[in-house]
């Protein structure tokens, strides 16, 4: 079993949205509950840097042309660059849902940007909401700014990301508690036949990475663990870690074999907190496996 460490105890609200930058060396994600924040560790030394948003944010990509990050918000699509304080906002894909709110999201290796929404289940002080609408898409961003929707009517967005080949990509609608596999095509960026991957009892599917081996690591919320399932849907391994909300991960280090994962503490008690006083903490471990790179936003 691989031993799980604490590396930043940073108590995120909604930790999210994690990303490896390789040409940068540094660990990128989000903490969602507002006062949001975009977060940066830089393992070779150790520094970690927070910036607030001026609105929720959920998810990431860095960009190819190494001009900042392109991050999916509750009102949109922005270009951003932190240490320049630039916030841009390029895209409103959901104009017309104002309840609506971006979840997860990643990047396909042709530079596309994919984002999952959801109706949106916090309030401005923070409190959690009860999602009772399946209004969430599933989006295409194409580099050139086209947007596309590609899945309609999801609960709750989650997990984005890739078979090594390329031929599948995967999905997640946290309330149905499935992860869902589609026959894809990356020349075109086009969804084919669906089928349900991957199902477990502890907790429900949050974000996800993907092996070099083509396995998912599945996060999951509620069940305290990281599942790793191979490519027919079945459990390898689960990875036990001191919290209960387990929400994204993502291989990085020079070597692409760290699991760097985010967790949450809103919405505990204060004897689940108790129980679980690392709640809301970055963590880390070396599962034996080689990631692959997070691929990056070409436009």
Excluded at 45 to 71: C, F, K, Q, Y
Excluded at 86 to 99: A, G, H, N, V
Excluded at 154 to 180: E, H, K, L, Q
């Amino acid at each position: 079993m691989s031993e799980v460490t604490c590396v930043i105890d940073c108590r995120n609200r909604l930790g999210e949205g994690a990303r490896w930058n390789a040409r940068g060396g540094a660990f990128w994600w989000v903490d969602i509950v507002p006062p949001s924040t975009l977060n940066r560790l830089v393992p070779a030394t150790g520094r970690h840097d927070s910036w607030p948003m001026p609105e929720m944010i959920s998810a990431l990509a860095v960009r190819e042309n190494g001009r900042g990050l392109l991050v999916a918000s509750h009102g949109g699509i922005n270009l951003v660059d932190p240490m320049a304080g630039r916030f841009e906002r390029i895209l409103t894909p959901e104009q017309d849902k104002p309840f609506n709110r971006s979840n997860d999201g990643a990047c396909d290796r042709a530079g596309r940007f994919w984002l999952g929404t959801m109706q949106n289940n916090i309030a401005p002080d923070g409190t959690a909401l009860r999602v009772v609408s399946k209004s969430g898409t599933l989006w295409r961003i194409d580099p050139d700014r086209r947007v596309t929707p590609m899945v309609r009517d999801v609960y709750v967005s989650n997990t984005v990301c890739w078979s090594p080949d390329d031929r599948t990509m995967y999905f997640g609608d946290s309330m149905a508690g499935w992860i869902y596999a589609f026959d894809f095509d990356l020349a075109s960026g086009t969804l084919g036949c669906r089928r349900e991957s991957a199902q477990h009892p502890r907790g429900l599917p949050d974000g996800s990475a993907i092996d070099a081996e083509g396995f998912l690591w599945n996060c999951r919320w509620g069940g305290g663990c990281v599942i790793r399932f191979d490519p027919d849907g079945e459990v390898d391994r689960v990875i036990e870690l001191p919290v209960d909300n387990v929400t994204s991960c993502a291989f990085g280090g020079s070597d692409l074999e760290t699991l760097y994962i985010t967790t949450a503490c809103a919405g505990l008690s204060e004897e689940a907190l108790a129980r679980t006083p690392r709640a809301g903490g970055l963590f880390a471990c070396r599962p034996g496996v080689r990631g692959i790179a997070d691929a990056r936003f070409a436009g």
